[in-house]
């Protein structure tokens, strides 16, 4: 089965500049996850998706971050205006997203680096 | 609060040596725990998983863990280990009644393997 699809896989800007990431996630599953992966430490959540609606964006930075999961398939990240600390891997995860401990498990996509400069 | 501390920000072994990666786990609950790697440019892939079942964990590659519940520990051990083990290796922990779909990363230890 074919896994998570991410693009770009890099992406450098200036600050101030805007930049959006683009996910697909595994065919099926109804949970779609971003992260921050900052150099030197473990992915930190942004906002995680069930179907087309928001479930938690508690760490999402509002005031330049956005995401939509339109149509409840593919998902796009956008930053605007970037920052020099918004320079990280974005990574994107899907799950099937059913309670039971079985369709728990986050599958990864390999991931979008961005720099900021 | 749900947290985990990877203990060695880098472990260095030879080819065919054990292979130790310590992580300590803080939780007011029972938790359910994971070991992920992430090869270089890749995505991260699960590795194994605690779920309050059986303590001793066998995960793929060789790999496993121990939850000691006495010790607030999660630690991850190969026999030997092999060149494509060079890898970052995290420790994770979900957060209550979240349907295990919420994760908490460690800030992860990175394994060099020497020939």
């Known amino acids: 089965e074919a896994g998570v699809a991410q693009s770009p896989r890099y992406k450098i800007i200036e600050k101030r500049q805007s930049v959006a990431f683009w996910c697909n996630p595994i065919?099926?599953?109804?949970?779609l996850y971003w992260y921050q992966q900052i150099l030197g430490q473990g992915p930190k959540l942004l906002i995680q998706?069930?179907?087309?609606?928001?479930?938690?964006d508690s760490q999402l930075p509002k005031d330049r971050f956005s995401a939509e999961r339109l149509k409840g398939v593919d998902s796009t990240l956008k930053i605007q205006p970037a920052k020099l600390e918004d320079s990280a891997v974005y990574l994107c995860a899907s799950s099937l997203g059913r309670q039971d401990r079985v369709a728990w498990e986050q599958y990864f996509g390999p991931g979008t680096r961005l720099t900021v400069t | 609060a749900q947290s985990v501390t990877q203990l060695d920000s880098h472990v260095s072994v030879s080819e065919g040596t054990p292979v130790l990666l310590r992580c300590n786990y803080s939780?007011?609950?029972?938790?359910?725990l994971f070991w992920y790697v992430q090869h270089p440019n890749k995505g991260l892939q699960l590795l194994l998983k605690y779920t309050s079942a059986a303590t001793l964990v066998k995960g793929i590659n060789g790999f496993e863990a121990e939850f000691k519940k006495s010790e607030t520990s999660f630690h991850l051990t190969k026999p030997s280990a092999h060149m494509s083990d060079a890898a970052e290796y995290f420790c994770?922990?979900?957060?209550?009644?979240?349907?295990?779909?919420?994760?908490?990363f460690g800030t992860g230890t990175r394994l060099l393997v020497s020939p």
């Open positions: 994770v922990v979900t957060l209550p009644n979240t349907g295990f779909q919420k994760l908490v």
């Open positions: 065919s099926g599953h109804a949970t």
């Open positions: 998706f069930q179907n087309n609606g928001v479930v938690d």
């Open positions: 939780s007011s609950y029972s938790p359910s």
